[in-house]
Nanobody, 129 residues
Framework: QVRLVESGGGLVQAGGSLRLSCAAS????????MGWFRQAPGNEREFVAA????????FYADSVKGRFTVSRDNAKNTVYLQMNSLKVEDTAVYCC??????????????????????WGQGTQVTVSS
């Protein structure tokens, strides 16, 4: 497993932006496909975005498409989530996750949190109105 540590969360007004980072250690980062998930109090864990090990392919939940961008820098062992036009309903704890499963399994596979092996502790994002 790979160790993951998120940072960059905080309090922001609606319409603002934040960039989350997820730093990996312990294994070869470029072997892993990465995902971002979020969970608000009382809600189930929700898929946000995923990115292929090479960075050449991504996909998003419909709720964030066009507002969020996932990227990675394998030289820095880091994956990012740029969040723009934030809404109150984006408030949640955001976690990154890693899996070495092949990317060809597609969006339905990578949007399922049970298919990831390693998780960070999460970072709180709070969007105020």
């Amino acid at each position: 497993q790979v160790r993951l540590v998120e940072s960059g969360g905080g309090l922001v007004q609606a319409g603002g932006s934040l960039r989350l980072s997820c730093a990996a250690s312990g294994r070869t980062f470029s072997n892993y496909n990465m995902g971002w998930f979020r969970q608000a109090p009382g809600n189930e864990r929700e898929f946000v975005a995923a990115i292929k090990w090479s960075g050449s392919s991504t996909f998003y939940a419909d709720s964030v498409k066009g507002r969020f961008t996932v990227s990675r820098d394998n030289a820095k062992n880091t994956v990012y989530l740029q969040m723009n036009s934030l809404k109150v309903e984006d408030t949640a704890v955001y976690c990154c996750a890693a899996t070495a499963d092949p990317w060809y399994r597609g969006p339905s596979y990578y949007s399922e949190w049970r298919n990831y092996d390693s998780w960070g502790q999460g970072t709180q994002v709070t969007v105020s109105s």
